[in-house]
């Protein structure tokens, strides 16, 4: 066996659909929410699926926040996302990027990003 790694396990421009947002036009529906998160993790290389973090934890993670109901800002969000990949012991940095698409007419989107380190 091989001795763990710093490595990066990412996922990139994961789409959900969020409740989210201050603005009254905002509650009572979702709107598209794009999100990056990277995680800086000790692993091992034996490159199997123990060995590493999962994409699939990741994308269920953000679920999870998401069906905790309306959030009123993507801090927020990005928060309790990056929170949650931290419990995963073998994490020590995580990333997460939180972008709204349609939150300004003028711009393709605007955003929060977020790092947490042990």
Same mark, same amino acid.
């Given at each position: 066996? /091989?001795?763990?790694? $710093? #490595?990066? +396990? !990412?996922?990139?421009?994961?789409? $959900? &659909?969020?409740?989210?947002? +201050?603005?009254?036009? &905002?509650?009572?529906? /979702? #709107?598209?929410?794009?999100?990056?998160? %990277?995680?800086?993790?000790?692993?091992?290389?034996?490159?199997?699926? @123990?060995?590493?973090?999962?994409? &699939? /934890?990741?994308? =269920?993670? =953000? =679920?999870?926040?998401?069906?905790?109901?309306?959030? #009123?800002? +993507? %801090?927020? !969000?990005? @928060?309790?996302?990056?929170?949650?990949?931290?419990?995963?012991?073998?994490?020590?940095?995580?990333?997460?990027?939180? %972008?709204?698409? %349609?939150?300004?007419? #003028? =711009?393709?989107?605007?955003? !929060?990003?977020? +790092?947490? &380190?042990?």
């Amino acid at each position: 066996m /091989t001795r763990p790694m $710093l #490595q990066r +396990v !990412f996922v990139h421009g994961l789409r $959900l &659909e969020a409740a989210i947002g +201050v603005h009254a036009h &905002e509650h009572g529906r /979702t #709107q598209p929410l794009l999100v990056d998160v %990277e995680l800086d993790a000790e692993l091992e290389l034996d490159m199997g699926l @123990d060995s590493t973090i999962n994409y &699939e /934890t990741v994308v =269920a993670a =953000a =679920a999870a926040v998401l069906a905790d109901g309306h959030l #009123q800002l +993507v %801090e927020t !969000f990005a @928060d309790r996302l990056a929170r949650a990949c931290l419990d995963d012991a073998r994490v020590r940095r995580v990333r997460v990027r939180a %972008e709204k698409p %349609e939150a300004l007419a #003028q =711009a393709a989107g605007a955003g !929060f990003e977020l +790092v947490l &380190e042990r």
